[in-house]
């Protein structure tokens, strides 16, 4: 049985609604207030089960079997096999210092910033096996058998390497790491590839990096024309002083809007590419979301937010879910018949690093 999909009007659709949603995320809210935040791994686990229930790719529903205790096991093992080594290494640092062997004490600090920084890319990577090994369709699931150690040394070169000419090889060092996750994993029998190209992300990247120099430039310029004037408060009078005030107010309104921004829209850039360079067997992937649409998703969920003053914040992974399948494309031809079940390695806990390290996301 094969499958066209460029003859159909979208691989991904989504088929959940808001309301829908409010009736799993307030008693979650609730529960996470009562239980100190214990319960939150069980309300990520329901959550997911909604989302996925109704997320259909090619004319199925997709099916999430992880449970809130896998994600809890995996948050306490990275609290008393990393973060509770870490808080005792601080505390001998800090004794080293008061005896005055601070040479020593920052090269533990050193020491305990490195590990942290490569088990940071191995939460990374190991986020992305988990959530692929417990999403089913038609049966089947995807997974990697690979522990991620090797990534979790590529994320500290490839990152220190994309900071270190001022920044500029960042946009190459996260699509080198997206690619190399990415060909990590797999669905069923198949293999993903991530090809995904970093130059074309660089005029936007730029667009990005220029911002703060540009408003500080502006502020520099707007200084010295003032003190040329022979602008100081007292010569200006109160008319000076308000224009004053309102270039303050606009540099502070600019540097907190316009980087968000012009973020945004590398980040939609970025997304957009390296989703455009994934494949799994005959399949080819894209995301259409542009940047209006990302800055507009961002301003309505800020709005949300603001107006129901934070309650509206249970409602981001709804939200964010609905953003990306409602976006997501696939092309090509899958034959079903093909597709047998993934023989990787599964798990027994869960997100525990990235959730540790509060980088997860849904």
Same mark, same amino acid.
């Given at each position: 049985m094969n499958d066209d999909l460029s003859h159909r009007h979208s691989a991904f659709r989504f088929h959940g609604s808001w309301l829908e949603f409010a009736r799993i995320a307030f008693p979650n809210l609730l529960l996470t207030i009562v239980t100190l935040g214990i319960y939150r791994f069980w309300a990520t686990t329901r959550e997911r089960e909604y989302l996925w229930s109704k997320t259909e790719f090619i004319d199925e529903r997709l099916e999430w079997t992880g449970k809130g205790i896998e994600l809890f096991v995996g948050f306490v093992m990275a609290f008393l096999l990393i973060g509770l080594p870490l808080i005792v290494i601080q505390l001998i640092s800090q004794g080293l210092i008061f005896r005055g062997e601070s040479i020593l004490a920052v090269v533990m600090t050193l020491m305990m910033f490195l590990l942290l920084f490569y088990l940071t890319g191995v939460a990374y990577f190991r986020a992305l096996r988990y959530r692929l090994s417990r999403t089913y369709w038609r049966g089947i699931r995807g997974g990697s058998d690979d522990p991620g150690f090797q990534y979790g040394l590529a994320y500290m070169w490839k990152s220190v390497v994309g900071w270190l000419p001022i920044f500029l090889g960042v946009p190459w060092s996260m699509i080198s790491l997206w690619n190399d996750r990415w060909n990590a994993m797999s669905f069923g029998p198949h293999r993903f590839s991530a090809t995904a190209e970093w130059k074309p992300l660089m005029k936007r990247y730029l667009l990005f990096y220029l911002v703060p120099f540009l408003l500080f430039i502006g502020a520099v310029v707007f200084g010295i024309? =003032? *003190?040329?004037?022979?602008? /100081?408060? %007292?010569?200006?009078?109160?008319?000076?002083?308000?224009i004053g005030a309102i270039f303050a107010i606009v540099g502070v309104l600019s540097f907190y809007l316009f980087l968000p921004l012009a973020a945004l829209a590398y980040y939609s850039k970025y997304f957009r590419l390296a989703v455009g360079g994934l494949r799994l067997h005959n399949l080819e992937f894209d995301f259409?979301?542009?940047?209006?649409?990302?800055?507009?998703?961002?301003?309505?969920? =800020? *709005?949300?937010?603001?107006? /129901?003053? %934070?309650?509206g914040y249970i409602f981001m992974p709804y939200r964010n879910w609905k953003f990306f399948i409602d976006h997501m494309e696939a092309y090509g031809e899958i034959n079903i018949d093909d597709l047998?079940?993934?023989?990787?390695?599964?798990?027994?806990?869960?997100?525990?690093?990235?959730?540790?390290?509060?980088?997860?996301?849904i």
């Open positions: 024309s =003032m *003190a040329a004037s022979g602008g /100081t408060p %007292g010569t200006l009078g109160s008319t000076g002083i308000a259409r979301a542009r940047a209006p649409d990302w800055i507009l998703f961002f301003l309505s969920n =800020m *709005a949300i937010v603001i107006c /129901t003053l %934070g309650i047998t079940q993934s023989e990787t390695v599964v798990a027994k806990h869960g997100e525990g690093l990235l959730d540790a390290f509060d980088v997860g996301a």
